[in-house]
């Protein structure tokens, strides 16, 4: 898991809140991802980012925000917009391609 | 478009034995592959990677991956299992220029490992 940190590790909200999961990088990496995993459909990508103050839409960006404000931190909101919120959501960071990955959170919506 | 397929949800292999988990690529221009391994509630962990050079990379735990560029593949072997791999395994493919972050990953489905005693 490297000099990834996600927290927290398990996260419990109620439908129709707005969630944000934290992601911090001590790897000084320009690029930082966000990715969406679900049993038996491997890992989606939600948004990733290149440089501090600019980031893209992944395959399933609908009902996530972030930002991108400081190059150790990239925050993912998840927004009552996201109809199935329930995951496991990965955050990395790369250099030179190669992607390292957090712990994770498993976020639980009821 | 970049693709990455494994063909097998699940692999069961018996201690000792050799191992092979599956994976094909497509991709626009020359391949960066990658396999990772994710155990349960974790994050996944770099294997290995094959950026050019020899078609047969080495990597960590004893895992080793051979790239195949007519046959668009990059399985996953290991001599002789351990109950220890047993873990979810993914394929990751992206295009780029060598040293550059840009290019994002494109993942696999993944594949089940597990290692019977």
């Known amino acids: 898991d490297g000099g990834i940190t996600q927290s927290p590790k398990y996260l419990f909200r109620k439908e129709g809140q707005n969630v944000t999961l934290s992601c911090e990088q001590n790897?000084?990496?320009?690029?930082m991802y966000w990715y969406r995993q679900d049993p038996g459909q491997g890992l989606r990508l939600i948004y990733y980012?290149?440089?501090?103050?600019?980031?893209q839409k992944g395959d399933i960006a609908e009902g996530y925000s972030v930002s991108r404000e400081k190059k150790e931190s990239f925050p993912l909101t998840v927004t009552s917009a996201q109809k199935n919120p329930t995951a496991f959501y990965l955050c990395?960071?790369?250099?030179?391609?190669?992607?390292?990955f957090g712990p994770g959170t498993r976020l639980t919506v009821t | 478009a970049q693709s990455v397929a494994q063909p097998e949800d699940q692999v069961n292999v018996a201690e000792g034995n050799p191992l092979t988990v599956k994976c094909t690529y497509s991709?626009?221009?020359?391949?960066?592959l990658f396999w990772y391994v994710q155990y349960p509630n974790r994050g996944l962990q770099f294997l290995l990677k094959?950026?050019?050079?020899?078609?047969l990379v080495k990597g960590s735990y004893g895992f080793e991956a051979e790239f195949n560029k007519s046959q668009t593949s990059f399985h996953l072997k290991k001599p002789s299992a351990l109950v220890s791999d047993s873990a979810l395994y993914f394929c990751?493919?992206?295009?780029?220029?060598?040293?550059?972050?840009?290019?994002?990953?494109?993942f696999g489905r993944g594949t089940q490992l597990t290692v019977w005693p």
């Open positions: 991709v626009s221009g020359n391949p960066y």
């Open positions: 990751a493919v992206r295009a780029g220029h060598r040293g550059s972050t840009l290019g994002r990953l494109y």
């Open positions: 980012s290149q440089i501090v103050n600019d980031f």
């Open positions: 790897l000084n990496h320009d690029a």
């Open positions: 990395a960071s790369a250099k030179s391609g190669e992607q390292y």
């Open positions: 094959y950026i050019t050079g020899d078609n």
